[in-house]
């Protein structure tokens, strides 16, 4: 069996994260108590209500100190991946996991990348929707039609063949929903707090470069596919992978088909929501997908694959 770590994205976060972990294995215990701000780190995950939760700036630090905290309890039962995959965000878990960034390195940068991404909008009027059952180049040439210099959308998301997501102004993005409903093309609003991925994510993008030339980065022991380029690559320049993640299209489509040509044949998800498990329901339906966001998940892979 090939192996791979799947990590979810913003979006895929919840109250009380964490908390059956804590109580539950000392193990789980023993990594949020030695988080830095680890009291803090705590306080969100396991008492903040939805809404404090869903903003950028604690969503980010909470969600990967969450995917690492369970790879590690995964490792632990020698549970190693073959491959590895994150969605936004969780591509930083991914690093972690690879040994690309240290623990310390990766809370301290999902908190900043969080931080910047919120300011980089603050007072911009955005929104962001999912367009299903079109094409990138269907919806690049209507983008180019209505989008001007200053206020603008671009795709930042293709998760599936079957679903694109866009972000930019609402002002656009109404446009945009109005000419793809005389197509005939459905399309969903998303909850979000900000256009990212990207052009409008230039300053976090500024932001991440000048904090990487202050941290190492190892290189990969276990191949990652990267959101930027929709594969894996042993010679890619990880800190401006990084850099350009947060402001150019995340193409989780290409990731996911390579990592299923590549031999993957079963995927662990390390979040809410099922994200990745409905994407490959459609994409790969014999692949097993075992989602683990809840301790009692955590405690059924390990039976189901040391069992």
């Given at each position: 069996m ?14 009380e ?11 789980a215990r ?5 988080l830095?701000d680890?009291?803090?780190i ?7 209500n939805e809404?404090?939760l ?8 909470v969600?990967v100190?969450f995917?690492?905290?369970i ?5 632990e ?7 590895l995959c994150?969605l936004s965000i969780?591509?930083y ?13 990766v809370?301290s940068?999902?908190?900043l990348r ?15 929707i999912?367009v299903?059952?079109s094409n ?7 983008l180019d039609e209505?989008?001007t210099?200053?206020v ?7 998760n599936?063949p079957d679903?694109?997501v ?11 929903t ?21 052009s409008y994510m230039?300053p976090?993008?500024?932001t ?7 941290i190492?980065?190892q ?5 990652i596919y990267?959101?930027?380029t929709g594969?894996?690559s ?6 401006h ?6 402001r150019q299209k ?5 990731d996911?088909k390579n ?27 014999k692949?097993p997908?075992y989602t683990?966001?809840?301790?009692e ?11």
């Amino acid at each position: 069996m090939k192996l791979g770590f799947l990590y979810a994205g913003q979006g895929s976060q919840k109250p009380e994260m964490g908390l059956d972990f804590y109580r539950e294995d000392p193990s789980a215990r023993k990594f949020y108590d030695s988080l830095p701000d680890g009291h803090l780190i705590k306080d969100l995950s396991f008492y903040s209500n939805e809404e404090t939760l869903r903003q950028t700036e604690n969503t980010q630090v909470v969600l990967v100190a969450f995917q690492t905290m369970i790879t590690d309890l995964l490792t632990e039962k020698g549970m190693v991946p073959n491959a590895l995959c994150g969605l936004s965000i969780g591509e930083y878990a991914a690093l972690y996991t690879s040994g690309v960034l240290s623990k310390e390195d990766v809370i301290s940068i999902s908190r900043l990348r969080g931080e910047a991404m919120k300011n980089a909008v603050k007072g911009i009027h955005t929104s962001m929707i999912a367009v299903l059952k079109s094409n990138e180049e269907e919806i690049q040439k209507i983008l180019d039609e209505i989008n001007t210099k200053n206020v603008f959308a671009e795709i930042s998301n293709i998760n599936s063949p079957d679903q694109i997501v866009v972000a930019g102004a609402e002002s656009v993005i109404e446009m945009l929903t109005r000419r793809l409903k005389e197509k005939r093309i459905r399309s969903i609003p998303l909850k979000v707090s900000g256009p990212f991925h990207t052009s409008y994510m230039n300053p976090a993008a500024t932001t991440l470069k000048e904090l990487f030339q202050k941290i190492p980065f190892q290189r990969e022991r276990i191949p990652i596919y990267y959101n930027l380029t929709g594969n894996t690559s042993p010679l890619i320049d990880i800190k401006h992978t990084m850099v350009e993640q947060v402001r150019q299209k995340v193409r989780l489509a290409d990731d996911l088909k390579n990592m299923i040509e590549d031999g993957v044949d079963a995927f662990i998800e390390i979040g809410h929501q099922n994200v990745f498990k409905k994407i490959l329901k459609k994409m790969a339906p014999k692949i097993p997908v075992y989602t683990i966001a809840k301790y009692e998940d955590y405690k059924n892979v390990l039976g189901r694959f040391h069992g």
